[in-house]
């Protein structure tokens, strides 16, 4: 209870911070979102029971302002779900060349590329969820977003080389105001965009998790483990050519107890027809057997997808997919998707 | 049967006319726009793919020599200039411009481009923002417009 109070003034104090910052920026600042509405038929087995539903359910409001003055720009990001309010990101950019800029706060973490490009932008995802390595995986790692530093660029050479460099709080869930340790955690992101829209990228993040620390399968650390996760894949999204896809794979790897490695990938195809775009994706998570850190489940889900394009601000997006998990078996889902951008 | 071959019929002279109409609207008669940017920016030409990329800020978000914040200026409705510059030069649909700055003002907190209702607007535009970037049609740079931009690029369609 505690905490949660703790947390709700972290909270707080954010919203302040976004609405004075909003402020301050407010000749230039401008308010833009995402919302979207989901309706799903699913039949799947939870808790050993083949279930059957159909439900409607709302996905959530991300709202953002961003302002930009010269060499300093600011993002700030909430998200309204259904149950809580989420404060996304607090980023302030200091722009010095086109080859190096710094930003501070709360940031995608620079790991691959779909983390850093949709999130809640549920218009520009190409598909209706995310697949399982960035879904509750990296999320039970406080890995989506991190609070710190970054050095990036881009527009190197003519081959477009840019990188990401950033500290951060790490692995450790630290709340919003706090850390849970000293140590900060390090990612590392390379890439390059030889061909426009083509992009290569290799990322990674080094941190360890103090002993004494709680882990997702709520063992506690018995000494530090080392935590090391490596990236890289290709993409080629929004290009002249009417295809489009992503490939994607990670190793995360960590010595508590001993050394295990949790290995993902995700696959991703469409091809455009004018408003139409029919997709395919494919996604593996794939736990090392006595993994002590994680709650192992292996999952495999393919899904079939179309999505048409109604205007710029938004999209629909039809989906079956079918998803296998190690624990609760098969399941199906047919999911319909209406997002909007405002 | 005959029931059926009318509506054939009526939905093929519906898509033909459907086509021709959309093939009038996007006949643009000949329409001549310039790439502008401010006077002071030392760059003294762009090909069609350097505008595109300075426009979308696609590998320089700053220009260099004055390292100035680029900034696109477009036009508030759709307009035949609008249509040649995004069309020849940015290769994209209105939709796909759109939705590129959306995600650009997402991922990167980049400004989306500015909009103006004329060409008179973004000539003053460009005129007074260091770093901006912009199109109007060929015809409406007056001698007194020269003197605040410089052109760049023209593209006749």
């Given at each position: 209870m505690k905490q949660k109070n703790k947390i709700s003034k972290a909270k707080l104090l954010i919203l302040c911070l976004v609405l004075t910052t909003g402020t301050v920026f407010s000749q230039t600042a401008q308010i833009s979102g995402f919302a979207d509405v989901i309706a799903v038929a699913s039949s799947d087995t939870a808790g050993g029971k083949m279930q059957t539903k159909n439900n409607f359910s709302l996905g959530a409001i991300d709202m953002f302002i961003t302002s930009q003055f010269d060499k300093v720009s600011f993002l700030g990001e909430v998200a309204f779900e259904w149950d809580e309010v989420d404060f996304e990101r607090l980023v302030i950019n200091y722009d010095i060349k086109n080859y190096f800029k710094i930003s501070v706060g709360?940031?995608?973490?620079?790991?691959?590329y779909w983390n850093n490009t949709y999130n809640h932008g549920t218009l520009i995802q190409p598909t209706i969820s995310r697949p399982e390595v960035l879904g509750d995986f990296i999320k039970s790692m406080h890995l989506k977003k991190q609070i710190g530093f970054q050095f990036q660029g881009d527009g190197i050479t003519k081959y477009n080389l840019g990188y990401n460099l950033a500290v951060t709080h790490g692995i450790?869930?630290?709340?919003?105001?706090?850390?849970?340790?000293?140590g900060k955690a390090l990612t590392l992101n390379l890439h390059a965009e030889p061909i426009e829209n083509l992009k290569v990228f290799v990322s990674g993040l080094y941190d360890v998790v103090p002993k004494g620390q709680q882990a997702v399968s709520d063992s506690i650390l018995l000494t530090d483990a080392d935590f090391q996760i490596f990236n890289f894949g290709v993409a080629y999204m929004n290009?002249?050519?009417p295809f489009e896809f992503i490939g994607e794979y990670y190793n995360v790897s960590h010595n508590m107890a001993e050394t295990k490695s949790t290995q993902g990938y995700l696959l991703y195809a469409g091809y455009r027809i004018k408003k139409f775009v029919p997709y395919i994706s494919y996604d593996v998570l794939l736990y090392e057997k006595g993994d002590q850190y994680f709650n192992t489940n292996n999952s495999n889900a393919a899904t079939l997808g179309l999505r048409y394009l109604l205007n710029a601000k938004s999209v629909i997006k039809l989906e079956y997919k079918y998803r296998q998990l190690e624990t609760t078996g098969v399941g199906h889902f047919v999911t319909m998707q209406f997002a909007i951008g405002f | 049967m005959k029931k059926i071959l009318s509506t054939i019929v009526i939905s093929a002279m519906l898509l033909v006319a459907s086509s021709s109409f959309t093939t009038s609207s996007s006949s643009l008669g000949g329409t001549e726009i310039a790439v502008i940017v401010h006077k002071d920016n030392p760059i003294a030409s762009l090909s069609a793919s350097e505008a595109k990329l300075s426009y979308l800020r696609k590998i320089k978000k700053r220009w260099e020599g004055i390292n100035k914040n680029i900034r696109p200026a477009d036009r508030k409705t759709k307009c035949a200039e609008q249509e040649v510059f995004y069309s020849k030069v940015l290769g994209m649909t209105a939709d796909d411009v759109e939705k590129y700055f959306i995600a650009r003002q997402y991922q990167n907190a980049e400004k989306p481009q500015d909009k103006f209702a004329s060409d008179k607007d973004i000539i003053d535009f460009v005129g007074d923002e260091g770093g901006a970037i912009g199109y109007v049609n060929s015809?409406?740079?007056t001698a007194e417009a020269k003197a605040k931009v410089k052109v760049v690029l023209t593209i006749s369609n």
């Open positions: 709360k940031f995608y973490t620079p790991l691959g450790t869930d630290i709340g919003y105001v706090d850390d849970a340790d000293e290009g002249k050519l | 015809a409406s740079l």
